[in-house]
């Protein structure tokens, strides 16, 4: 990582001095370079289809929008097998994650695994998704909006019921799991 200096700056022939590295060609930039010391909280998003098919994955990316209407998004990746999945469900249980929960990310995340919530204590919400027990608490949503985001498909959702309890959470830094002390 490199912050901007008077080195980067480009004197021009007619007198003019171009400032910082903006004045460079664009170069690729690589995001995850920058957000994987971005400290965020591990949830599990889960959905459920009509036909009573349940899925979800671990996810990092997600937010709170707005209080009034009470607004979160979280974003999957386009090529995830959950995205048609919650395209077509149109709701979503965001689950935190407590510190204890590590082997839980771990099961949500690993590609192509089958039988996620197998031995999982879970109940079905009012909202159809799972809830996970346990957990610090959740946020059960419908999709009010699907956007494009790159590679990303960001989900829109507007909570429909929500719970919470004071616990440790379970934290992601620089690519590993940690709890706070
Ligand atoms: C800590 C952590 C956070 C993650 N956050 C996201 C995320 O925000 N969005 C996403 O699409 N994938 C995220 N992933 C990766 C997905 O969990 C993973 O790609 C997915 O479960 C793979 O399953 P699939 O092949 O069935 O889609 C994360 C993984 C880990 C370990």
Redesign the pocket.
């Known amino acids: 990582m490199s912050t901007p200096s008077k080195d980067d700056n480009i004197n021009t022939t007619d007198g003019k001095v171009l400032s910082g590295p903006a004045s460079k060609p664009p170069q690729a930039v690589d995001l995850r370079s920058v957000m994987r010391y971005f400290a ?1 909280a ?1 949830t599990v998003v889960t959905g459920a289809l009509e036909t009573g098919e349940l899925f979800g ?6 937010t709170s929008v707005s209080l009034e209407p009470p607004l979160v998004l ?4 386009n ?4 995205t048609k999945l919650f395209q077509k469900s149109m709701k979503y249980c965001v689950n935190i994650l407590a510190e204890d929960q590590r082997p839980i ?2 099961k ?6 089958g039988g996620r919530f197998q031995n999982l204590d879970y109940y079905l919400g009012s909202g159809g998704s799972p809830i996970i027990r346990d957990a610090i608490g959740y946020i059960d949503c419908k999709i009010v909006e699907v956007i494009a985001g790159g590679d ?1 498909t960001v989900f829109l959702g507007e909570a429909i019921d929500v719970y919470a309890e004071e616990k440790k959470p379970l934290l ?1 830094l620089n690519r590993r ?1 940690v709890k706070l002390e």
Do not use: K
């Open positions: 965020s591990v994955l671990t996810v990092s990316a997600f979280m974003c999957v990746r090529e995830s097998s959950a990310a771990e949500f995340s690993l590609s192509g695994e990303h992601y799991y």
